[in-house]
């Protein structure tokens, strides 16, 4: 299915049909092994996987950094939000990043929500997290993850004798055979094509600015 909405060129139902798949990757519990299986990326096949799904899934930005976080991939995520300044902010982008942020709060992201106990070693979760909560208004969705950064706590308090001792943990290594400057480029590209798309039913294919509609 994946492999099909890539070659799709309806291109807004692609998005609707993404949007749709991703949703019951992230709650079927049929596809509990599946989700573990993406988490880690430890196999050549989960990282073959995430990247035939990221592919198709960047016809809808905000179900490509919950991908992200799902695979665990924070860096890149944070990467993708950045690229989301480029991006026209509409009620349906908005509307996405608001579901998004009730996702996380869910059993299904139990173990980021963990992880941001490990300040130190997961600085991009963080900032990621803070990148979406710049996205949204002043609405709930604003206010819950506002909450929820507001628990992560002080890294010196979690301090112990220990831990000072340790030597500092690492944080995940990207996956050696995932490109993710490639991946990253491909989703640039395959929102330019959404541009032009929009851009030529609305009417203005000659007059396309630098900002990307999604």
């Known amino acids: 299915m994946a492999d099909i909405l890539l070659r799709e060129e309806d291109l807004k139902f692609a998005s609707t049909m993404v949007h749709t798949l991703n949703t019951i990757l992230l709650t079927s519990t049929e596809l509990f092994q599946l989700r573990n299986q993406l988490k880690d990326l430890k196999t050549l096949e989960s990282q073959n996987l995430f990247c035939c799904l990221y592919r198709s899934w960047c016809h809808n930005p905000v179900t490509t950094v919950s991908l ?57 979760l963080i900032k990621a997290l803070y990148g979406l909560l710049m996205l949204l208004p002043q609405s709930s969705a604003f206010q819950l993850l506002s909450h929820r950064l507001q628990c992560v706590p002080n890294p010196e308090l979690l301090q112990t004798e220990d831990s000072l001792k340790a030597a500092p943990k690492s944080q995940k290594a990207d996956a050696p055979s995932i490109d993710y400057t490639e991946l990253l480029q491909h989703f640039e590209k395959v929102q330019k094509k959404h541009l032009e798309v929009r851009h030529q039913r609305s009417g203005r294919g000659d007059h396309l600015d630098r900002r990307v509609v999604l």
């Open 68 to 124: 992200c976080f799902l695979t665990q991939n924070y860096r890149h995520a944070y990467d993708l939000i950045q690229k989301f300044g480029d991006l026209e902010v509409t009620v349906d982008f908005l509307t996405e990043v608001d579901k998004l942020v009730q996702l996380i709060e869910c059993p299904i992201f139990t173990y980021l929500r963990l992880q941001l106990l490990d300040v130190k070693n997961n600085p991009y």
